[in-house]
Structures are given as structure tokens and as C-alpha cells.
């Protein structure tokens, strides 16, 4: 079982990035992006409910990112618009097998990818 991220990167303030989650091995039945910003905690970002598309964010990205996934590659997608310096971190896919609803604790959460960065400059 493997979480690939992708899609990090340098960008300038107000554009956009995508990031990619290609999940191997398996299917999960929910899929979460979380991110750390220098000295800070790990955050959530985003969630969905692989079954119904249901998703929930972080207040800090609502309206700005979206969460998505295909189901005919196995991925998961952050689209993330209007971008802030604040959103510079390294960003990390995960996903969970057991739960049935959406849930932003990191120990929720058994299975990581190995993260992407992310650098938006102003």
C-alpha cells in the first residue's frame, strides 16, 4: 500500500497549484491532505468521502481549495487557488480505511504519503 504526493512547487502569490495523491495497493474509504508550514504544527487542509464525494476544509483554505478525486486512477486531487504565502508548506496526502465520517484529527489517519512542497512567494 503507497500514498504518492505530487504536483508541489514554487509559485507566486495569487496563482495556483495542483497537488496529486496516487494511491496504490488499495482503495480507502476516506483521503485527507494535511500540510506543516516552518515551526509549526502538522494542520489539516482538506478531507473526502471516497464513496459520496463529500468533503470538508480548514477554515484557513475554504473557498480557495478544492478536494477531488478519480476513481478511475485511484487519485486524489488539491486544487489550490489564490494562493498565500501563508499556504507555503510541505504538504502530505493520507488516508484512512475504517472510519465513516470525515474527520480532521491527524490520528485518524493510518496511511502517508512522503509529502510535497509547496512554496508560494509574495
Known amino acids: 500500500v503507497q500514498l504518492q504526493a505530487s504536483g508541489g512547487g514554487l509559485v507566486q502569490a495569487g496563482n495556483s497549484l495542483r497537488l496529486s495523491c496516487a494511491a496504490s495497493?488499495?482503495?480507502?474509504?476516506?483521503y485527507t491532505w494535511f500540510r506543516r508550514a516552518p515551526g509549526k504544527e502538522r494542520e489539516f487542509v482538506a478531507a473526502i468521502m471516497w464513496s459520496t464525494s463529500i468533503t470538508y476544509y480548514a477554515d484557513s483554505v475554504k473557498g480557495r481549495f478544492t478536494i477531488s478525486g478519480d476513481r478511475t486512477n485511484n487519485t486524489v486531487y488539491l486544487q489550490m487557488n489564490s494562493l498565500k504565502p501563508e499556504d507555503t508548506a510541505v504538504y502530505y496526502c493520507?488516508?484512512?480505511?475504517?472510519?465513516?465520517?470525515?474527520?480532521?484529527?491527524?490520528?485518524?489517519?493510518?496511511?502517508w504519503g512522503q509529502g510535497t512542497q509547496v512554496t508560494v512567494s509574495s
Open positions: 493520507a488516508a484512512d480505511s475504517t472510519r465513516r465520517l470525515l474527520t480532521n484529527y491527524e490520528r485518524d489517519y493510518d496511511y
Open positions: 495497493g488499495r482503495t480507502f474509504r476516506m
